[in-house]
C-alpha cells in the first residue's frame, strides 16, 4: 500500500484529494495542521483537538530540544506520550530558526550554531543533528533542514541558501534512521523561479516521500508567495504530498489548494484567536471591539464549536477586558474549527468536482477575502 493516494483530482484546477498513511494514522488531504511549538496547542486540549477536527499537529524541534530536552521527551516515552497525542505529529528541523533567531546564531556551510534565548547556552544544529532529534522525539513525518533566507537578502545569499538546502538535505536522508518516520525536503529558492527549480530538481534527484515549499510568507508578500506557489507546486512529484509551510490566510490556503498544495500549517488561527481576531461566516472580527458590549449572539451563528454554542460575543469581549484566560482560549478554538471546517469544504467540492466553481466565488465572499489578516 503506498504512502500517498490521490482519491480524486479536480478538473478544472491542480487541486486534489489524498490519504496520507503514517505510523499514527491516515491522513485526509488537503490538510490543515494547528501548530504547537512548545508541545501543545497554546490553551487547547487534545480531546478538544480531536473534536474540532484535528487529525495532524506540529511540534517544533528547535524549542523541545531546548525546554525540555530530548532526554526528557524519550523518558516520557516519546512525543506522543508527551503532548497526550495519539494521532499523526509532523516536527519542522529546526532550519527556520536560522531565520527567526538570526540575531542570535551563527551559519556556516556545516551547520548553525545558536545562543538559547533562555540562558545564552551554545548549541550545535546541523543537518545530522537536527535528523537525529527528530528520530528520537519520534514525530509521523520529519522534515530536512534546510536554510530559509530574508526575501530581500542578496542573490548570493540566495543561492548559497539553496546550495546548503540541497547539500543539508542529502546528509538527513543519509542520517535518517527511524523507519516509522516520513522526511520530508524542504525546497527553498525565495521567488527565483531558476533557484525553486534547481532545488527541486536535485531534491527529487534524492527522493523523498513528499515535499515541501519553504521560505515563503516571510515578507515577500501575498502576490509574490501565491505567483511562487503556482510556479514550483507542479515542480514537485505529483503522487507525493506537498507541503506548503507556514501559511497562511484562508484565501491563500483555498488558492494553494488550487496550485497543488496538499499540507498547510500556520499559527494564525490560534495567535489571531489570541489577540481577540475571530474568524467568522461574515470576515474577520475584532471581539475587543465596544461595538460587541451589548451583542448577545454568538461569534459565529453557523459555528457549531463549543465557544459558539456556549458564549455570546458580549462575553467573549468580558473575557478579554478583563484578562480572563477563557476568551483567549475560546476564540483560538473557534478558529481552528473555522479552518478544519473550511478544509472540509475545499475537500467535499474537489470530489463533487466542483472545486475551482466554489473556490472562485468562495474568495469574493466575506468568510474567505483576498486580504491581509493580522492580529
Known amino acids: 500500500m503506498s504512502i500517498f493516494e490521490i482519491t480524486k483530482t479536480d478538473s478544472q484546477s491542480n487541486a486534489r484529494t489524498g ?4 505510523a499514527h494514522g491516515t491522513i485526509k488531504t488537503p490538510v490543515f495542521m494547528p501548530v ?26 528547535f524549542h523541545m530540544l531546548l525546554r525540555p530536552g530530548v532526554e526528557i521527551v524519550e523518558k516520557a516515552g516519546g512525543l506522543h506520550k508527551l503532548m497526550a497525542w495519539n494521532r499523526p505529529i509532523l516536527t519542522d528541523s529546526g532550519g527556520f530558526q536560522i531565520f527567526s533567531l538570526s540575531s542570535i546564531n551563527s551559519i556556516t556551510d556545516d551547520g548553525t550554531e545558536f545562543a538559547s534565548p533562555y540562558d545564552g547556552a551554545k548549541i550545535k544544529l546541523d543537518a545530522a543533528i537536527a535528523t537525529n532529534i527528530q528520530n528520537r522525539l519520534g514525530a509521523d513525518i520529519i522534515m530536512c533542514f534546510d536554510q530559509c533566507p530574508a526575501f530581500d537578502a542578496p542573490q548570493k545569499e540566495q543561492e548559497k541558501a539553496v546550495e546548503r538546502t540541497i547539500k543539508w538535505a542529502k546528509i538527513c536522508k543519509n ?21 525553486r527549480k534547481t532545488c527541486a530538481k536535485e531534491l527529487i534527484k534524492i527522493g523523498f516521500p513528499g515535499y515541501a515549499l519553504g521560505g515563503l510568507s516571510v515578507g515577500e508578500g501575498t502576490e509574490g508567495m501565491l505567483k511562487t506557489v503556482r510556479f514550483a507546486a507542479p515542480l514537485l512529484p505529483v503522487d507525493k504530498p506537498r507541503y506548503l509551510m507556514g501559511v497562511g490566510t484562508p484565501a491563500d490556503i483555498i488558492q494553494a489548494v488550487q496550485a497543488g498544495i496538499d499540507m498547510f500549517d500556520c499559527v494564525m488561527p490560534t495567535r489571531n484567536g489570541r489577540n481577540a481576531l475571530a474568524f467568522t461566516e ?31 460575543k458580549s462575553a467573549i469581549r468580558h473575557f478579554f477586558n478583563t484578562g ?47 486580504k491581509e489578516i493580522s492580529a
Open 36 to 61: 504547537g511549538t512548545k508541545g501543545a496547542v497554546k490553551g487547547i486540549l487534545p480531546a478538544q483537538l480531536v473534536e474540532a477536527g484535528s487529525q495532524i499537529i506540529l511540534a517544533n524541534t
Open 175 to 195: 542520517s535518517h534512521s527511524n523507519e516509522k518516520q516520513l522526511l520530508f525536503g524542504i525546497v527553498q529558492g525565495q521567488t527565483d523561479e531558476n533557484l
Open 19 to 22: 490519504l496520507l498513511r503514517t
Open 324 to 370: 480572563e484566560m477563557l476568551g483567549p482560549i475560546m476564540l483560538a478554538l473557534h478558529n481552528i474549527v473555522f479552518y478544519h471546517n473550511l478544509m472540509d469544504k475545499i475537500r467535499q467540492n474537489i470530489e463533487n468536482d466542483t472545486f475551482n466553481s466554489w473556490a472562485e466565488q468562495a474568495l469574493e465572499s466575506p468568510a474567505y477575502a483576498r
Open 282 to 312: 461574515k470576515g474577520a472580527i475584532r471581539l475587543r471591539n465596544a461595538a460587541f458590549a451589548d451583542d448577545f449572539t454568538p461569534v459565529d451563528a453557523n459555528c457549531g464549536c463549543v465557544c459558539c454554542k456556549t458564549f455570546s
